[in-house]
Nanobody
Framework: QVQLVESGGGLVQPGGSLRLSCAAS????????MGWYRQAPGKQREVVAV???????VYADSVKGRFTLSRDNAKNTVNLQMNSLKPEDTAVYFC?????????WGQGTQVTVSS
């Protein structure tokens, strides 16, 4: 059974930081492209950042320079460090594991940026 368990969401003031973690089980983690997506109320789900099995991250333009994505293939985890958070970063954040042709999602974790 595949599980992606997210943690680390919460409420933070603008300019603050949060770290999201995703722990994967039931997959050969090192062979999957891992990523974080987000969905704000009334909007479509969008990619935040993805990282290849080799550890090369790619970021959405909206988060470049503020977010850092990393993975630990030994621990089957992927982490998203979010700095300089803005109100527009408020959304439910989802962990994703993409193989070919499989695609798995976590349950989501809420991130709210508000004063």
């Amino acid at each position: 059974q595949v599980q992606l368990v997210e943690s680390g969401g919460g409420l933070v003031q603008p300019g603050g930081s949060l770290r999201l973690s995703c722990a994967a089980s039931g997959i050969i983690f090192s062979t999957y492209i891992m990523g974080w997506y987000r969905q704000a109320p009334g909007k479509q789900r969008e990619v935040v950042a993805v990282i290849t099995s080799g550890g090369n991250p790619v970021y959405a333009d909206s988060v470049k320079g503020r977010f850092t994505l990393s993975r630990d293939n030994a621990k089957n985890t992927v982490n998203l460090q979010m700095n300089s958070l803005k109100p527009e970063d408020t959304a439910v954040y989802f962990c994703n594991a993409r193989g070919f042709p499989t695609n798995y999602w976590g349950q989501g974790t809420q991130v709210t940026v508000s004063s």
